[in-house]
């Protein structure tokens, strides 16, 4: 037993059977021992190494899914806040809303021109507003037959936002493949800090967002904040101050089934002479 205890203190583990010849004084023994199987093993014997970077935490994202004002961010370009209005349209009515906006919208799948060339976009989609709308370089032509019940969704979040709107930016998810990747909705003709009134129907999805890094990250998304917005049948989701200009957002494609989804963004779109640049 003294003789296990004397090989415990020595190396730090129980070492090898003993051996019959005495050994010489412990120091030397344990120091020349290590050299020999450091060379050995590498890597085997744990050396403190004063860390040479500062060590940064991949924050957790942010689950916002209650009623109310929600300001995610303050920057030098202003307060980006959200709005929460989960039951805008309460369950029956959405429910028919749903079913009339699915058959009698004329979805179609719009085409993009992307670095690689040209992609069709993973959902469909219908635009209504007296103004054309251009994004991901390829243009949705002016279409002023609003369906009724979208002009009737328009006013109900006119009148209870206190904000207008000119123009409807319609999205259906038809299965969980179908997505819309990272974006802002930043494009000239809607001018600085939009607001823009995202209401759901359907299947929820999860509404992602990240902030835009600072430049020294050099477009690097791994440390930003990250805001999830789940978004479920009936719920109105108000954008507005510099979310576009300081956040990102996407609904990703999901790895298990979705039914489908139809997402309404309602927008103002400026005319080309009076659009604000700075
Ligand atoms: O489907 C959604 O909730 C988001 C749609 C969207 O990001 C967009 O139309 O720009």
């Known amino acids: 037993m003294e003789d296990k205890r004397r090989r415990a203190r020595v190396q730090g583990a129980w070492a090898g059977p003993a051996r019959a010849a005495p050994r010489p004084a412990v120091g030397p023994l344990v120091k020349s021992q290590q050299k020999v199987n450091e060379t050995q093993n590498p890597g085997k014997f744990f050396e403190f190494k004063e860390p040479t970077e500062m060590y940064q935490r991949i924050p957790e994202p942010r689950v916002i ?82 369906h009724p019940l979208l002009i009737m969704l328009k006013d109900r979040i006119e009148e209870v936002t206190g904000y207008s709107f000119n123009s409807l930016l319609c999205n259906l998810y038809r299965h969980d493949k179908d997505s819309i990747d990272w974006h802002s909705d930043d494009e000239a003709a809607l001018s600085r800090n939009p607001v ?20 020294e990250a050099n477009g690097d998304f791994t440390y930003v904040e990250r805001v999830h917005v789940p978004l479920d049948h009936g719920t109105l989701l108000i954008m507005e101050g510099a979310t576009q200009e300081d956040w990102q957002h996407r609904v990703p494609k999901e790895y298990h089934d979705r039914r489908p989804r139809i997402n309404l963004t309602f927008r103002t779109i400026f005319p080309e002479a009076n659009r604000v640049t700075s």
Not at 76 to 84: A, D, E, F, T
Not at 139 to 146: D, F, I, K, L, S
Not at 196 to 215: C, E, H, N, V, Y
């Open 65 to 146: 899914d209650s009623a109310g004002i929600h300001d995610i961010s303050t920057s030098p370009s202003g307060v980006s806040r959200l709005r929460l209005f989960p039951l805008f349209i309460e369950t029956k009515e959405a429910d028919w809303m749903f079913e009339q906006l699915l058959r009698e919208v004329p979805w179609s799948q719009k085409t993009n021109a992307g670095p690689d060339g040209s992609y069709q976009e993973p959902r469909l989609t219908c635009w209504f507003g007296e103004i054309p709308y251009t994004y991901s370089r390829s243009t949705m032509q002016a279409n002023p037959h609003w």
């Open 196 to 215: 823009i009134a995202s209401l759901s129907f359907g299947d929820t999805r999860s509404f992602q967002m990240r902030r835009k890094p600072p430049p």
